[in-house]
């Protein structure tokens, strides 16, 4: 019979006098059987489409099913509650978002803390947010609404996809560092309010920009401006907000992630299998085609990310005083 890969590692180590540390081995054999990848939005969303992109990847590489597990409700804190009280073993995985991020001041009673219970792998997907107005606003640059704005307080509507929602995030931090008054109009989720925005009900929002691009493409919304630090390839011509107020940045991210705790090994397979993936032409541009860029975070990057994001969101809650519906 001839041995496997790993009885000849530890014949060899065995030899040098080396023995293999139990996560080690533990690294060296994962997976042996199925992994769930948690994620908290519906079938059909974007979340679902990435995990289902990089489950199939990692299933091929792997050698295991790699199964997504819708698990909605509570802006995705159930999924994320579910996988921080999983076992650290690396068999119950999140795909992670910009929402956690958010959620984690947000809610003011929730049984986990993101930034401590989640360990994260890798990033996968960004995507920029478009600040678009209807036609019959009159502004075609951000200054000229910004004056528009000053000059008609509280007759201007913004819709968001629910209070907290990253695009109404983005709304709020643009009136934090503009002083503009927008009466914000809460709809349950962005597609009812993209539908008042076109119909001209509501008179601006801030989208992401793939489920906008039609739209703006076709001339049934204006864009102002990307909430990105720099211009994106799918609107060319639009500045970024940050151009007209420093310190303005914000995008839509998707990423792996793990219980706390999940052996170090399996986390760095993991996120070289993800930094593989992100680097083949065909998978990248199944991500393109989402209408977002990958995201080449190792864990660390994407920890800092997750960090970082956590703070900005978490102080203009705090400020604005932002409940959760």
């Given at each position: ?9 530890c014949?060899?180590?065995?030899i ?19 992994v ?112 528009y ?98 310190g ?55 920890g ?11 102080q ?10």
């Amino acid at each position: 019979m001839v041995p496997d890969f790993r009885s000849l590692l530890c014949v060899l180590f065995g030899i040098l006098g080396v023995t293999i540390a139990p996560h080690a081995a533990v690294a060296l054999d994962y997976p042996t059987r199925p992994v769930r990848i948690l994620v908290g939005f519906p079938p059909g969303s974007t979340s679902d489409v990435v995990a289902r992109l990089i489950a199939q990847r990692l299933s091929e590489r792997l050698g295991q099913p790699f199964v997504v597990e819708d698990r909605t409700g509570a802006s995705g804190n159930i999924a994320a509650e579910a996988v921080a009280n999983a076992p650290a073993d690396g068999y119950t995985l999140l795909l992670a978002g910009s929402n956690n991020a958010i959620n984690d001041t947000l809610f003011d009673n929730l049984a986990f803390n993101f930034n401590r219970d989640i360990a994260p792998i890798a990033g996968i997907m960004r995507t920029p947010g478009v600040m678009e107005v209807n036609p019959s606003v009159p502004a075609r640059t951000v200054p000229e609404f910004i004056d528009y704005a000053k000059a008609h307080p509280g007759k201007i509507n913004m819709g968001s996809g629910g209070t907290g929602s990253l695009i109404h995030m983005y709304g709020v931090l643009f009136m934090s560092l503009t002083g503009v008054k927008l009466v914000d109009v809460p709809y349950r989720g962005a597609p009812p309010a993209l539908a008042d925005l076109l119909t001209g009900q509501i008179q601006i929002m801030f989208d992401n920009v793939p489920t906008s691009l039609g739209f703006i493409r076709d001339g049934r919304l204006r864009p102002l401006a990307v909430t990105v630090s720099t211009r994106v390839d799918t609107l060319p011509g639009l500045p970024p907000l940050g151009e007209f107020l420093p310190g303005y940045e914000g995008s839509l991210w998707q990423g792996l992630a793990a219980p706390k705790n999940t052996p170090q090994q399996i986390i760095n397979k993991l996120s070289v299998e993800i930094k593989s993936a992100l680097s083949d032409p065909q998978f990248k541009s199944r991500i393109v085609a989402l209408g977002g860029t990958p995201s080449t975070l190792s864990a660390a990057e994407f920890g800092n990310l997750i960090a970082k994001d956590t703070q900005k969101w978490g102080q203009l809650i705090r400020e604005a005083g932002i409940k959760p519906d």
